[in-house]
């Protein structure tokens, strides 16, 4: 199967320590009875993809809890009585007139399906849970306060003001009134809840007075009187709202962004009023980083960073909840869309399903468990995502047909729905995200830029083309051959492939050559890597070594070759006066190649600078002679200090090169 790997990148995923890469069961651990996870959303514009990280964070803690066999509940609660105190991004100039009211009491922009303007933007939000496997309870805060439900929580609160506004300026430093009460009213006269402040409690009703210049955002209508607080006749300030969420559901764990969780801050102010107003102990706290879109926060309101709805239909399923769920809470997520970023999170996420199918992987095994949507959605054989980029871009090519008619075990139904949902992916990125720069096109003939490759890596490229297989052998033995050729020429890989891809795309980088070419006509390829041309005399001093560097490289590998191998060769550098036949001094470059195998059955070629010399064509005869008497003495030496023996040619290897610009 196709799996790529991004060259001379190191995996994020790898360099996770392991405490770090199973953060969820160092939360749950000691953990034990029923557990209530509780995350919320106010929806007051359409929704970011930030607010999945809490969404995933508390998932996976649920499905930790769940795998470790102890019963848990999670619900998400849509935060939809609050009031409407900044314009959407996306909203129409006329939502003005609704400013403070809550959100779920505003009409839903026009066209819109939905019922009121919170179930506008929170539908498409709570759409992607199913696709994510997600399996909260939702609920949402019109309903749990008109039904009553937290009467007896607002009855407490107020009863205790004064306590509340001790907490407010011991822990947060905020100084309240001594006529505040925590409690917003929704106005009777213009319905509007941002506005009002209530100045008393008697037990039954609070008085309340919906002011004109209560808030920035809003304007009252300065109406007074008085109403019950109940049955969703107003709501409690969100922090107050925490509190009695805790109180009222029984919430045991509800993690955080961090903007909340500072000491003095919001969970400080909450937790202090459920100990004090009702002597319970706060839930488990889980405070995590932000989710950063290029190194930016995002905002719902002020339609800043990228819709959730957008990275869902843009990533696979599991890749989204791998994206999420892989980082520890404490560490910040700064997704980007570029190449080298996008292709790395898909590898990483392959190296994770190809580890969790061994016999010994518990770790990946539980991460797996974490990202998959089904069981079914991670049991598959991923196909590399940079790949796909590079094959949606070659001309006349069905991927889809020429990927099933590639892969010698075939397909699986699972196999085609992954592969479906990646050309998806891969297309969308390429639609919406690609730079000029990651566009690759196949080049009908050699790009000028291969004339900036180095000697070397234009021998690699010939020496490539030269052994290159007859019949497709398959995207492993076209990675192998590659691997092999680079190590004869000897070049090392960064450069070998960047040639690859610089003589077909003319670009530095490009998809796992293996499988690239694949899916490349064999006698297009064998014709553009033998006409790149190369000096040998060139290529030869980029890539010779000298006496003592052979010596120094047997020594580190000292009891580990197999056999072993000596070539003489001789290249002659001609001058060229006025025509090839007319023939000038020459100089040339006289070396040793040998060829070794090592105890892992990869064989190196080290390629051993013996003689310079320069003269009259007459005495390249000499040159070899001497060639091969160096030769000798050389072998010898490498006999008695590392006790190999080498064979070698019958006949030495004579080159004749005309010098360019002679």
């Known amino acids: 199967m196709i799996l790529l790997d991004f060259l001379g990148r190191e995996s994020d995923f790898r360099k996770e320590k392991s405490g770090n890469f199973m953060w969820f069961e160092k939360i749950i651990e000691g953990l034990t009875g029923p557990q209530l996870i509780n995350d919320s959303k106010t929806p007051s514009g359409r929704v970011h993809v ?7 964070i508390h998932d996976a803690i649920y499905r930790a809890l769940r795998d470790k066999g102890v019963e848990a509940i999670y619900q998400y609660g849509i935060d939809d009585y609050d009031p409407l105190d900044g314009l959407p991004a996306d909203a129409a100039s006329s939502l003005q007139a609704y400013m403070g009211y809550p959100l779920c009491n505003i009409p839903a922009p026009a066209g819109s399906k939905a019922t009121d303007l919170a179930d506008h933007y929170i539908s498409e939000f709570l759409n992607i849970f199913p696709e994510l496997g997600v399996e909260a309870q939702v609920y949402r805060m019109r309903d749990i306060y008109r039904s009553g439900r937290f009467n007896q929580a607002i009855d407490a609160i107020l009863k205790k003001s004064d306590v509340v506004r001790k907490i407010y300026a011991e822990v947060s430093h905020a100084a309240r009134p001594e006529d505040w009460y925590p409690f917003q009213v929704i106005c009777e006269h213009c319905g509007k809840i941002g506005t009002t402040a209530v100045t008393a409690y008697d037990g039954k009703e609070v008085t309340y007075h919906c002011k004109t210049d209560l808030v920035s955002w809003a304007q009252g209508c300065g109406h007074q009187g008085k109403v019950s607080p109940f049955d969703g006749r107003g709501k409690l300030p969100w ?28 969970r400080d102010v909450a937790a202090r009023c459920l100990k004090e107003i009702f002597g319970d102990s706060p839930p488990l706290n889980v405070p995590y980083e932000f989710f950063l879109v290029s190194g930016a926060k995002m905002s719902s309101s002020k339609g800043v960073g990228m819709a959730a709805r957008e990275i869902a239909h843009f990533l696979p399923p599991e890749i989204l909840r791998f994206l999420i769920v892989r980082t520890p809470p404490k560490r910040t997520v700064n997704f980007s869309t570029d190449f080298e970023y996008i292709v790395r999170l898909f590898n990483e996420h392959d190296r994770l399903v190809q580890k969790a199918r061994r016999e010994q992987a518990p770790s990946e095994k539980k991460m797996l468990r974490m990202i998959e949507v089904d069981p079914a959605s991670t049991a598959y054989h991923p196909i590399g995502f940079q790949l796909l980029i590079a094959l949606l871009q070659l001309p006349h090519i069905d991927v889809e047909y020429e990927i099933q008619k590639r892969t010698e075990e075939g397909l699986t139904g699972q196999d085609k729905e992954n592969l479906k949902k990646r050309l998806s992916a891969a297309a969308y990125w390429l639609d919406n995200y690609a730079s000029e720069e990651d566009r690759i096109e196949l080049q009908a003939n050699l790009p000028a830029a291969a004339a900036e490759l180095s000697h070397s890596q234009r021998a690699f490229l010939h020496l490539l083309g030269e052994n290159f297989p007859k019949d497709s052998p398959g995207e492993e033995a076209y990675q192998k051959l590659i691997f092999d050729t680079a190590r004869l020429t000897p070049l090392d890989q960064k450069s070998a492939f960047t040639a690859i891809y610089r003589v077909l795309l003319d670009q530095p980088q490009g998809p796992k050559g293996g499988a690239l070419f694949v899916y490349l006509d064999r006698e297009f390829l064998v014709q553009r890597f033998l006409e790149v041309n190369f000096s040998r005399d060139a290529f030869w001093r980029e890539s010779g070594i000298s006496v003592k560097e052979c010596e120094d490289w047997l020594s580190k590998h000292r009891g580990q070759t197999l056999s072993a191998k000596a070539d003489y060769k001789v290249n002659a550098l001609i001058s060229a006066k ?18 070794v ?51 070698t040619a019958i006949k030495p290897v004579v080159y004749r090169e005309y010098e360019v610009g002679a």
């Not at 006025?578 to 060829?595: F, N, R, S, T, W």
Request: include cysteine; charged fraction near 30%; glycine fraction near 14%.
């Open 578 to 595: 006025d025509a090839p036949d007319m023939l000038g001094e020459i100089k040339g470059k006289g070396v040793i190649e040998l060829q």
């Open 597 to 647: 195998m090592l105890a892992d059955k990869k064989t190196y070629r080290l390629r051993v600078l013996l003689r310079d010399f320069e003269g009259e064509e007459s005495v390249l005869d000499s040159a070899v002679a001497s060639l091969e008497a160096q030769g000798k003495e050389f072998l010898d030496g490498m006999n008695r200090l590392f006790g190999i023996s080498i064979g």
């Open 239 to 266: 922090k107050l709202e925490w509190t009695a969420k805790w109180h009222t559901f029984g919430i045991t764990i509800e993690g955080a962004g961090k903007d909340h969780c500072t000491k003095g801050g919001s």
């Open 50 to 56: 930030g607010s999945l990280r809490g969404v995933l």
